[in-house]
């Protein structure tokens, strides 16, 4: 009887027991360019939640402090920021778009998302507070692919002068964008960072948020294309704005396995990049640069950043 129970059970467990959902063959005729780069469907990485933060209280406030920071894209541990650049005009990889592509597509509405587009503010050299107007579509589009001439340029002849055609009437190009005056995107290798470090007393930690990011391009003279050693900080964005966008932008993965996904959000949040502070609040509003030159600048951004490892040292008792 024992028997006969335990085999009829078994029965009864095999027939409504499950196993683990099978996964769905690949598909070889789908046509999503996406989909045919994959041999697996990789739909759980199209839209992530963005990291959740603590509330913060002015009164837990025991201390604060903002900070400017400069990423050089040339050091290796920065490069997902700066790759991939276009394979060639117009054409980039399926799956990824360096960090200024990104900023920009959202900018302009070239993603084609509803709902996702983030301001920017110009005049970046003299403000990085967010207090003019943001600029529409049309100026940042002008201020990186070149102003657009509704009226084409003289073309002049092989003497300098101004063409004319058979009638006596001025020969133009046609109309267009200045190229001479546009951004090349691979010269942009440096991009700044505002951020608001604080002690919160609730939680008893020194933590930090990014408040703003600056793409610097450099600078080219536009008749002979030489680089002029200058830096040109091109607009700011509001960090907080941009992560809806950068949540979902993926980023190579330096480890070089690309079964974990990186986000721009998530290299930003868990400070996976190398910097270089380049101011503090101060009473002067100085930067570095403006009271120290070389080594010195260096030392300066390190005795900053020592600084404030210090402060949440010494709240401790050992």
């Given at each position: ?175 267009g964008r200045d ?18 470090w604080f002690f ?95 080594l010195d600048a ?21």
């Amino acid at each position: 009887m024992k028997k006969i129970f335990l085999i009829t059970f078994s029965l009864f467990l095999v027939h409504f027991s499950h196993g683990q959902e099978i996964i769905a063959p690949f598909k070889e005729d789908s046509e999503d360019p996406q989909k045919m780069n994959y041999v697996y469907d990789r739909a759980q990485h199209n839209e992530r939640e963005k990291v959740q933060l603590s509330k913060i209280r002015e009164a837990d406030m025991m201390w604060s402090r903002k900070i400017w920071r400069e990423i050089d894209l040339r050091q290796r541990v920065n490069f997902p920021l700066y790759y991939p650049q276009e394979i060639r005009k117009g054409v980039r990889t399926i799956d990824r778009k360096n960090l200024f592509d990104v900023l920009y597509d959202a900018a302009v509405g070239n993603d084609g998302k509803d709902g996702e587009s983030i301001r920017v503010w110009g005049e970046a050299k003299d403000d990085d507070e967010f207090r003019g107007p943001w600029l529409s579509k049309s100026e940042i589009e002008d201020l990186i692919l070149g102003a657009y001439e509704e009226v084409g340029q003289i073309i002049e002849n092989r003497d300098g002068e101004d063409s004319v055609d058979v009638n006596g009437n001025l020969v133009r190009y046609a109309p267009g964008r200045d190229e001479a005056m546009a951004i090349n995107k691979k010269d942009i290798k440096k991009w700044r960072v505002k951020e608001h470090w604080f002690f919160d007393k609730q939680r008893s930690v020194m933590d930090v948020r990014i408040i703003g990011l600056c793409p610097v391009v450099d600078g080219r003279d536009p008749v002979t294309k030489e680089f002029t050693g200058e830096e040109i900080p091109l607009f700011w964005v509001y960090f907080p704005e941009c992560r809806k966008v950068l949540k979902n932008a993926l980023a190579f993965n330096m480890a070089k396995n690309e079964a974990e996904n990186k986000t721009y959000e998530d290299i930003f949040m868990k400070r996976m990049f190398a910097s270089t502070i380049t101011k503090e609040g101060n009473v002067q509003n100085r930067a570095i640069a403006d009271y120290m030159v070389g080594l010195d600048a260096i030392l300066e951004a390190e005795r900053i950043k020592e600084e404030i490892f210090n402060i949440e040292h010494d709240l401790w008792e050992y």
